[in-house]
């Protein structure tokens, strides 16, 4: 089935820095969602990208909806310590009209005050 | 709006006993998933709903589970006999038709079988 591969694993940084993220499939998507876990807590949507090219705001986050339509990006400017937690992409797979939302790895975001 | 809640929060059982997972989903929302985490494999698709009626339940991974939806505000997913291998954390999402893609997740239960 088709799968998701985010890059990096892992990130540490100090507060502050900007952060990128990605994510790449080796078939097209025609929509991305970008997720955000913490502790004990379950996935809370950020952003959601229907069109290739696309990108979009959500305060400091901003999501790009790559033109191959097998990639998206999510950038994080100036982060905080709430910044902290698991960030997964996502998108459905399956037959059209199916509804099977598969995710990335994740990636684990780190911040040093 | 509440969010999608789910029950218990934490459940510790033995191997070999019944487990039950209750979902309560967003009200008017028309799908409802199920989904387990864990290191090794990550946030994986069990079964999904529209509807009330199960859709596609190829990711359920043993005849030990079963998922059931009642009614549009509540959903079980079923463990028996539970094992080792189950311990994860299994969420419940809802999404509507409308933007039938963002699926909203409950709190999850932490389940452990020992």
């Known amino acids: 089935g088709q799968q998701l591969n985010q890059s990096p694993q892992s990130m540490f940084i100090q507060e502050g820095e900007d952060v990128s993220m990605n994510c790449t499939s080796s078939?097209?998507?025609?929509?991305w969602l970008w997720y955000k876990q913490e502790p004990g807590e379950g996935p809370v949507l950020l952003i959601a990208l229907y069109k290739a090219g696309e990108l979009t705001s959500n305060g400091r986050l901003t999501a790009q909806f790559g033109i191959t339509r097998k990639d998206s990006f999510l950038n994080i400017s100036a982060s905080i310590p709430s910044d902290v937690g698991i960030y997964f992409c996502a998108g459905p797979s399956g037959l059209q009209g199916a509804q099977k939302l598969v995710f990335g790895q994740g990636t684990r975001l780190t911040i040093n005050p | 709006d509440a969010g999608v809640i789910q029950s218990p929060r934490h459940e510790v059982t033995e191997m070999g006993q019944e487990v039950t997972l209750r979902c309560k989903p967003i009200s008017g929302h028309d799908y409802l998933f199920w989904y387990r985490q864990t290191m090794m494999r990550g946030l994986e698709l069990l079964i999904y709903f529209n509807n009330n009626v199960p859709i596609d339940d190829s990711g359920m991974p043993e005849d030990r589970f079963s998922a059931k939806m009642p009614n549009a505000s509540f959903s079980t997913l079923k463990i028996q006999p539970s094992e080792p291998r189950d311990s994860a954390v299994y969420f419940c999402?809802?999404?509507?038709?409308?933007?039938?893609?963002?699926?909203?997740f409950g709190q999850g239960t932490r389940l452990t079988v020992v």
């Open positions: 078939s097209i998507f025609n929509t």
């Open positions: 999402a809802s999404s509507f038709i409308g933007k039938r893609d963002e699926a909203f």
